[in-house]
Protein backbone atom coordinates (compact mmCIF):
# COMPACT_ATOMS: atom_id res chain seq x y z
CA UNK A 1 0.00 0.00 0.00
CA UNK A 2 1.06 3.82 -0.84
CA UNK A 3 0.46 6.94 1.67
CA UNK A 4 0.95 10.39 0.52
CA UNK A 5 1.53 12.41 3.74
CA UNK A 6 0.86 16.20 3.16
CA UNK A 7 2.22 19.09 4.97
CA UNK A 8 2.68 23.01 5.46
CA UNK A 9 -0.54 24.21 4.79
CA UNK A 10 -1.99 26.99 6.84
CA UNK A 11 -4.03 30.47 7.17
CA UNK A 12 -1.24 33.47 5.58
CA UNK A 13 -1.76 36.92 4.56
CA UNK A 14 -2.33 38.34 1.06
CA UNK A 15 1.22 38.42 -0.78
CA UNK A 16 2.88 35.68 1.63
CA UNK A 17 4.33 32.53 1.20
CA UNK A 18 3.62 28.85 2.11
CA UNK A 19 5.29 25.83 1.34
CA UNK A 20 3.84 22.19 0.91
CA UNK A 21 5.29 19.10 0.94
CA UNK A 22 4.13 15.49 0.28
CA UNK A 23 6.12 12.50 0.42
CA UNK A 24 4.85 8.95 -0.62
CA UNK A 25 5.58 5.81 1.18
CA UNK A 26 5.12 2.19 0.79
CA UNK A 27 6.40 -0.61 -1.71
CA UNK A 28 7.18 1.41 -4.35
CA UNK A 29 9.12 1.13 -7.55
CA UNK A 30 8.78 4.41 -8.89
CA UNK A 31 7.08 7.61 -9.09
CA UNK A 32 6.00 8.66 -12.46
CA UNK A 33 3.85 11.94 -12.86
CA UNK A 34 3.55 13.88 -9.54
CA UNK A 35 1.32 16.66 -8.79
CA UNK A 36 -0.93 19.51 -7.10
CA UNK A 37 -4.71 20.02 -6.93
CA UNK A 38 -6.80 22.34 -4.95
CA UNK A 39 -10.61 22.24 -4.05
CA UNK A 40 -12.23 25.16 -2.86
CA UNK A 41 -15.67 25.22 -1.55
CA UNK A 42 -18.17 24.85 -4.50
CA UNK A 43 -16.12 24.56 -6.86
CA UNK A 44 -14.27 21.08 -8.63
CA UNK A 45 -11.20 19.88 -8.19
CA UNK A 46 -8.16 21.16 -10.43
CA UNK A 47 -4.81 20.95 -11.46
CA UNK A 48 -2.52 23.45 -10.03
CA UNK A 49 1.07 21.83 -10.65
CA UNK A 50 2.44 19.08 -12.23
CA UNK A 51 6.12 17.40 -12.50
CA UNK A 52 6.84 14.20 -14.70
CA UNK A 53 9.52 12.21 -13.81
CA UNK A 54 11.77 13.45 -15.71
CA UNK A 55 9.82 16.02 -17.27
CA UNK A 56 9.04 19.91 -17.09
CA UNK A 57 6.79 21.11 -15.19
CA UNK A 58 3.09 22.23 -15.67
CA UNK A 59 1.55 25.00 -14.14
CA UNK A 60 -2.44 26.28 -14.13
CA UNK A 61 -2.95 29.73 -15.80
CA UNK A 62 -3.91 31.37 -12.56
CA UNK A 63 -0.42 30.22 -10.40
CA UNK A 64 2.10 30.55 -13.38
CA UNK A 65 5.08 33.05 -11.95
CA UNK A 66 3.59 32.56 -8.46
CA UNK A 67 3.52 28.78 -7.51
CA UNK A 68 7.10 26.31 -8.06
CA UNK A 69 6.51 22.72 -7.63
CA UNK A 70 9.56 20.34 -7.24
CA UNK A 71 10.87 16.97 -6.22
CA UNK A 72 12.81 15.06 -4.71
CA UNK A 73 13.34 11.89 -6.51
CA UNK A 74 15.46 9.78 -3.64
CA UNK A 75 13.24 11.34 -1.07
CA UNK A 76 9.95 10.38 -2.86
CA UNK A 77 8.73 13.34 -2.31
CA UNK A 78 7.23 16.96 -3.60
CA UNK A 79 7.12 20.25 -3.07
CA UNK A 80 4.55 23.65 -3.84
CA UNK A 81 6.18 26.93 -3.14
CA UNK A 82 3.72 29.34 -3.11
CA UNK A 83 4.37 32.75 -3.47
CA UNK A 84 2.56 36.10 -3.74
CA UNK A 85 -0.50 34.14 -2.20
CA UNK A 86 -4.23 35.52 -2.75
CA UNK A 87 -7.57 35.28 -1.21
CA UNK A 88 -8.87 33.10 -4.47
CA UNK A 89 -6.09 30.68 -3.74
CA UNK A 90 -7.96 29.59 -0.41
CA UNK A 91 -8.40 26.01 -0.91
CA UNK A 92 -7.91 22.62 0.20
CA UNK A 93 -4.81 21.38 -1.64
CA UNK A 94 -4.52 17.59 -2.43
CA UNK A 95 -1.27 15.56 -3.61
CA UNK A 96 -1.16 13.66 -6.43
CA UNK A 97 1.20 10.86 -7.82
CA UNK A 98 1.05 8.07 -10.01
CA UNK A 99 2.66 5.14 -8.52
CA UNK A 100 4.20 1.81 -9.98
CA UNK A 101 4.24 -1.13 -7.66
CA UNK A 102 3.13 -4.61 -8.88
CA UNK A 103 0.89 -2.06 -11.56
CA UNK A 104 0.78 1.56 -11.76
CA UNK A 105 -1.96 3.41 -9.87
CA UNK A 106 -3.12 7.00 -8.62
CA UNK A 107 -2.67 8.18 -5.24
CA UNK A 108 -3.91 11.14 -3.34
CA UNK A 109 -3.32 12.93 -0.32
CA UNK A 110 -5.66 13.66 2.84
CA UNK A 111 -5.65 17.05 2.27
CA UNK A 112 -4.13 19.90 3.29
CA UNK A 113 -6.21 23.45 3.55
CA UNK A 114 -4.36 26.56 2.60
CA UNK A 115 -6.46 29.78 3.54
CA UNK A 116 -5.56 33.10 2.50
CA UNK A 117 -6.96 36.55 4.34
CA UNK A 118 -7.34 39.63 2.75
Known amino acids: QVQLVESGGGLVQAGGSLRLSCAAS????????MGWYRQAPGKQRELVAGIPSGGSPNYADSVKGRFTISRDNAKNTVYLQMNSLKPEDTAVYYC????????????WGQGTQVTVSS
Open 26 to 33: GIIFSINA
Open 96 to 107: HARVLTIYENDY
